[in-house]
């Protein structure tokens, strides 16, 4: 059975409801797999938003990890997380240190994945755009497809490097972002730009609500569908690169279709 490690900054119910999700699905028999631990950058009492996110590890029974990244910082004088992340990234690998993961989950983990962590595990990590796509977080990805007026997007999962929001391209899935769902709100913002519309509107802008939304839907089901290649064999990482069953180069993975089984079950 493959060994999962689960990394989170836990800061909104996209957050807690993947670790739910997943745990059903593990539960249920459709994912061969056990969650080993869950790791988040923020101790108990920092933030509401993480709290609830350590209550749902809690209420699954998984052992709960925690190191704030922001208290590491402060206590360490250093302006910049920068300054610190190697010393961080050390600090996490001697907590995680007693479990031994196949696999490491980044679902919303915040923080920069340095060279440290990228060699002692492997990780992958769960991206809110398509390849090529914006970096960056959910947040500024949806104010940059506004910007651009971007026709479409979609999600991501690749194998985590010490390149932000890069590396190897495991499985991804698009979504339009034009048609009677979208072109009255399109229609709404005209030739107004992105800080002109946050300014006005912020998150509560139609249209940024409607892009999130969508993604939302699609995130999970990518996520658990890829995890379910690598718990079958079907995807292996060998020397930082991603292979199928021979050990041949594995191409990044359309999952549209399945994804969308998954959305209108």
């Known amino acids: 059975m493959l060994r999962l490690g689960w990394f989170s900054t836990g800061r909104g ?5 993947l670790l739910r999700l997943a745990q059903d699905r593990i539960v249920s028999g459709y994912l061969p797999v056990d969650v080993e631990f869950v790791f988040c950058n923020r101790a ?23 190191l704030s990244s922001r208290r590491f910082r402060k206590e360490r ?21 007693p479990f031994k993961p196949d696999l490491c989950i980044l679902a919303g983990y915040m923080l920069y994945t340095g060279p440290e962590l990228c060699r002692q595990f492997t990780m992958i990590n769960l991206h809110p755009a398509l390849p090529d796509g914006p970096i960056g ?13 971007a026709t479409q997007t979609g999600a991501m999962v690749h194998l985590a490097t010490d390149e932000w929001d890069r590396g190897p391209v495991i499985s991804y899935c698009a979504f339009s972002l034009s048609g009677p769902d979208f072109d009255p709100l399109w229609e709404q913002i005209k030739d107004k730009t992105a800080d002109d519309l946050k300014a006005a509107n912020g998150e509560a802008l139609p249209l940024f609500q409607r892009i999130r939304q969508e993604g939302v839907k699609r995130e999970a089901p990518l996520l658990l569908e890829t995890i ?29 279709g399945r994804i969308e089984e998954w959305i209108t079950f």
Do not use: M
Request: aromatic residues 6%; glycine residues 10%.
């Open 137 to 149: 977080t959910w947040q500024e990805i949806v104010w940059q497809l506004i910007d651009q007026r």
């Open 77 to 97: 004088g250093a302006v910049s997380f920068n300054d610190v992340r190697e010393d961080y990234d050390s600090e996490v690998v001697r907590l995680v240190g």
């Open 228 to 256: 379910k290649t690598f718990a079958e064999g079907s995807a292996r990482v060998i020397g930082r690169q991603v292979v199928d069953t021979n050990g041949q180069p594995l191409a990044p993975r359309c999952l549209n």
């Open 44 to 66: 108990p009492g920092e933030a509401e938003g993480s709290d609830r996110f350590h209550s749902v590890a809690h209420s699954l029974g998984v052992p709960l990890l925690t």
């Open 13 to 17: 119910e996209g957050s807690r409801g």
